[in-house]
């Protein structure tokens, strides 16, 4: 990639920058890419009250896209039963804005993230512009997949979800014309060849998350009674909240306190939550997650596919042992048996293992969660997000893996 350091960026998202795990990937490639930059252009729904980096805002100009469909819009028409059909159209919506801005402002180069990025890609084949697009989790076809299977297992019917067949042709199309792309773990890496991305075209950066902010309790919560275990993230069924419902049944209902810190999701997630958690006992917290993790001794990621949950880079920078799956990158981030535990994917009684595990070695948690801070702190503070910085404007390999 060429040397873009004093020329000017523009960076295209889709969510809200700073704002839950996807949005803080955001703020960290628009501080990256704004870095060096003699002008950054921020394009998107624009950023939170609160920003989730320590070193607040970059110097940017921030263009903020129009808002999407009104909610009476969706309300009364199909597309409130097609929860992915109406993702695709948002993004559309928000990525031919994008592009309609580009001769104006003439970028050098571009980051982009993905579902937002084709129509801007487009222009930037045409004109000659460099290119990387931010893919935070595995390939979107292995994603569809997933969801396909958990929809036909738990409810018995299609997913009408994200993704949609028109956003995976989207997306796929985003991966052809994109010069780079960036992935978040190993796992991401192989997700996208295993669909046929060319390896060359993909490297590895890795999550960051404010060390300062998400920092270990003053003190550890008291080892008595039920085992105290939190769950952080969507209750969607790719994040497979199910499957540890399922496992702390097996464990023993009266022996694990489960709090739930995040969204409900859909109709169908929230009839299976009910029917689920009937017994055991199990607290949601909405709201902020550090007051969770804080009161936590264990936390359990037990994805069925992300690039690196960034829920994850959290729990283990406050200090946090955790049970992942083999099906994210957050599994690279665990050392089994000294940081925590890593098990298969989508299974329920390797999961009620691991938990049984942590019971027995309970005295031994706060140990391993000083083991997991130590470990997050060399590989996801502020050193990781200079170190992107520096590989988007100077195509460096520094700490790319391949």
């Given at each position: 990639m060429e040397n873009t350091r004093s020329g000017t960026v523009a960076i295209v998202y889709g969510t809200v920058a700073g704002v839950g795990g996807l949005g803080h990937s955001v703020a960290a490639g628009i501080v990256a890419a704004a870095n060096g930059s003699q002008a950054a252009f921020a394009l998107g729904p624009g950023c939170g009250e609160h920003w989730s980096l320590p070193e607040g805002k970059p110097a940017a100009t921030w263009l903020t896209s129009p808002a999407g469909l009104p909610p009476w819009a969706v309300r009364y028409s199909w597309l409130r039963w097609r929860t992915g059909q109406l993702d695709l159209l948002r993004d559309r919506r928000i990525g031919k804005w994008a592009a309609d801005q580009m001769p104006r402002i003439r970028p050098q180069s571009g980051y982009l993230f993905t579902q937002v990025a084709l129509e801007t890609l487009r222009w930037a084949r045409r004109e000659g512009v460099t290119t990387v697009l931010d893919n935070p989790n595995g390939h979107i076809r292995n994603f569809q997949q997933v969801y396909e299977a958990e929809c036909q297992r738990w409810f018995g019917k299609t997913n009408h979800g994200h993704p949609s067949d028109g956003m995976v042709a989207r997306v796929e199309e985003e991966y052809r014309l994109a010069d780079h792309i960036r992935v978040y773990s190993e796992w991401g890496k192989r997700s996208m060849t295993r669909f046929g991305v060319p390896p060359e075209k993909v490297h590895i950066l890795r999550q960051t998350v404010n060390l300062t902010r998400f920092r270990p309790a003053q003190s550890w919560p008291a080892m008595e009674g039920p085992l105290r275990v939190c769950y952080v993230g969507s209750l969607d069924l790719r994040k497979g909240f199910v499957y540890l419902l399922r496992a702390i049944r097996m464990v023993g209902a009266e022996r694990i306190q489960l709090r739930i810190?995040?969204?409900?999701?859909?109709?169908?997630?929230?009839?299976?939550?009910?029917?689920?958690?009937?017994?055991?006992?199990?607290?949601?917290?909405?709201?902020?997650?550090?007051?969770?993790?804080?009161?936590?001794?264990?936390?359990?990621?037990?994805?069925?596919?992300?690039?690196?949950?960034?829920?994850?880079v959290e729990g283990l920078a406050c200090g946090l042992p955790v049970i992942v799956t083999e099906e994210a990158g957050a599994s690279e981030c665990v050392r089994h048996g000294e940081s925590g535990w890593v098990v298969p994917a989508g299974k329920v009684e390797p999961l009620a293992e691991a938990l049984e595990q942590a019971l027995e070695r309970r005295r031994d948690l706060r140990q391993m969660g000083h083991n997991a801070r130590a470990d997050v702190e060399s590989y996801a503070g502020p050193a990781q997000l200079q170190m992107l910085s520096e590989w988007f404007h100077n195509g460096s390999r520094a700490g790319v893996l391949s």
């Amino acid at each position: 990639m060429e040397n873009t350091r004093s020329g000017t960026v523009a960076i295209v998202y889709g969510t809200v920058a700073g704002v839950g795990g996807l949005g803080h990937s955001v703020a960290a490639g628009i501080v990256a890419a704004a870095n060096g930059s003699q002008a950054a252009f921020a394009l998107g729904p624009g950023c939170g009250e609160h920003w989730s980096l320590p070193e607040g805002k970059p110097a940017a100009t921030w263009l903020t896209s129009p808002a999407g469909l009104p909610p009476w819009a969706v309300r009364y028409s199909w597309l409130r039963w097609r929860t992915g059909q109406l993702d695709l159209l948002r993004d559309r919506r928000i990525g031919k804005w994008a592009a309609d801005q580009m001769p104006r402002i003439r970028p050098q180069s571009g980051y982009l993230f993905t579902q937002v990025a084709l129509e801007t890609l487009r222009w930037a084949r045409r004109e000659g512009v460099t290119t990387v697009l931010d893919n935070p989790n595995g390939h979107i076809r292995n994603f569809q997949q997933v969801y396909e299977a958990e929809c036909q297992r738990w409810f018995g019917k299609t997913n009408h979800g994200h993704p949609s067949d028109g956003m995976v042709a989207r997306v796929e199309e985003e991966y052809r014309l994109a010069d780079h792309i960036r992935v978040y773990s190993e796992w991401g890496k192989r997700s996208m060849t295993r669909f046929g991305v060319p390896p060359e075209k993909v490297h590895i950066l890795r999550q960051t998350v404010n060390l300062t902010r998400f920092r270990p309790a003053q003190s550890w919560p008291a080892m008595e009674g039920p085992l105290r275990v939190c769950y952080v993230g969507s209750l969607d069924l790719r994040k497979g909240f199910v499957y540890l419902l399922r496992a702390i049944r097996m464990v023993g209902a009266e022996r694990i306190q489960l709090r739930i810190a995040g969204a409900t999701g859909g109709r169908d997630c929230a009839r299976l939550l009910a029917r689920e958690r009937e017994g055991l006992n199990i607290e949601c917290a909405p709201g902020d997650s550090l007051p969770v993790y804080h009161q936590s001794e264990l936390l359990v990621v037990p994805t069925l596919e992300d690039g690196l949950p960034f829920v994850l880079v959290e729990g283990l920078a406050c200090g946090l042992p955790v049970i992942v799956t083999e099906e994210a990158g957050a599994s690279e981030c665990v050392r089994h048996g000294e940081s925590g535990w890593v098990v298969p994917a989508g299974k329920v009684e390797p999961l009620a293992e691991a938990l049984e595990q942590a019971l027995e070695r309970r005295r031994d948690l706060r140990q391993m969660g000083h083991n997991a801070r130590a470990d997050v702190e060399s590989y996801a503070g502020p050193a990781q997000l200079q170190m992107l910085s520096e590989w988007f404007h100077n195509g460096s390999r520094a700490g790319v893996l391949s």
